[in-house]
């Protein structure tokens, strides 16, 4: 049973635009934490973003401040992160996650994507 499942990555130019999404079965997007985390090859999974469950309250990791919005849409039980302004050190795979605390720990977090690929090269 797929409970979150994210689209949107793919290959994008230095400078450029993607919007991930992150499709979440009722019972978890109404009453989680929503977050945004990615992991580079070779180094640890690190937050990017996180929202509350209602979408008033966002938090942002330092490299994605200003450049990156997380939103939800309940009507899509859905969490975007909108980047802006990609770099190459961007690259990563990122993954969608849910838990009842607002933390940047990953730890913390009970249900997880399976994550896409963003990659930011010329």
């Known amino acids: 049973q797929v409970q979150l499942a994210e689209s949107g990555g793919g290959l994008v130019q230095p400078g450029g635009s993607l919007r991930l999404a992150c499709a979440a079965s009722e019972e978890i997007f109404g009453s989680k934490v929503m977050a945004w985390f990615r992991q580079a090859s070779g180094k640890e999974r690190e937050f990017v973003a996180r929202i509350h469950q209602s979408g008033g309250y966002t938090y942002y990791s330092a490299s994605a401040q200003g450049r990156f919005m997380i939103s939800r849409d309940h009507a899509k039980n859905t969490v975007y992160l909108q980047m802006n302004s990609l770099k190459p050190e961007d690259t990563a795979a990122y993954y969608c996650?849910?838990?009842?605390?607002?933390?940047?720990?990953?730890?913390?977090?009970?249900?997880w994507g399976q994550g896409t690929q963003v990659t930011v090269s010329s």
């Open positions: 996650a849910a838990g009842a605390l607002s933390v940047r720990d990953a730890r913390s977090y009970d249900y």
